[in-house]
């Protein structure tokens, strides 16, 4: 269903404007209100449009910022397993030892807090 504006609605000026008017005054009358109209009409849609464009702009912007942080995870997570592979060894008592507690993770990617 289409959403229709206040625009749309009848008035009893705009049912009778559907025939020709008659007389030359009105004629002329009914021609500005139509150009008024229209020129009111182009204004409207030249502002959807740049009201589009600015959103798609941010739009962009956000997808940018997006694909620079998930890039940033990846290489700190890649990061994060090349600094395990370089430790040590631990020796077999040692090492159960330090798998009953828990793994940290590096601070500050635990939690990302995310705003826009």
Same mark, same amino acid.
């Given at each position: 269903?289409? @959403?229709?504006?206040? =625009?749309? @609605?009848?008035?009893?000026?705009?049912?009778?404007?559907?025939?020709?008017?008659? #007389?030359?005054?009105?004629?002329?009358?009914?021609? +500005? $209100?139509?150009?008024?109209?229209?020129? #009111?009409?182009?204004?409207?849609?030249? @502002?959807?449009?740049?009201?589009?464009? !600015?959103?798609?702009? $941010?739009?962009?912007?956000?997808?940018?910022? @997006? =694909? $620079?942080?998930?890039? +940033?995870?990846? #290489?700190? +997570?890649?990061? !994060?397993?090349?600094?395990? =592979?370089?430790?040590?060894?631990?020796?077999?008592?040692?090492?159960?030892?330090?798998?009953?507690?828990?793994?940290?993770?590096?601070?500050?990617?635990? !939690?990302?807090?995310?705003?826009?």
């Amino acid at each position: 269903m289409k @959403i229709r504006g206040v =625009s749309d @609605i009848s008035t009893m000026y705009g049912l009778g404007s559907k025939n020709v008017p008659k #007389r030359k005054e009105q004629i002329v009358s009914e021609l +500005a $209100r139509l150009m008024h109209h229209k020129d #009111r009409l182009k204004r409207e849609l030249s @502002i959807w449009v740049s009201n589009q464009q !600015h959103t798609e702009r $941010r739009l962009q912007k956000v997808n940018e910022q @997006i =694909s $620079r942080l998930q890039g +940033a995870v990846e #290489r700190k +997570a890649h990061e !994060h397993k090349e600094l395990k =592979s370089l430790l040590p060894e631990a020796a077999p008592e040692t090492r159960e030892k330090t798998q009953s507690e828990p793994i940290q993770e590096p601070e500050g990617w635990q !939690h990302m807090k995310l705003e826009y």
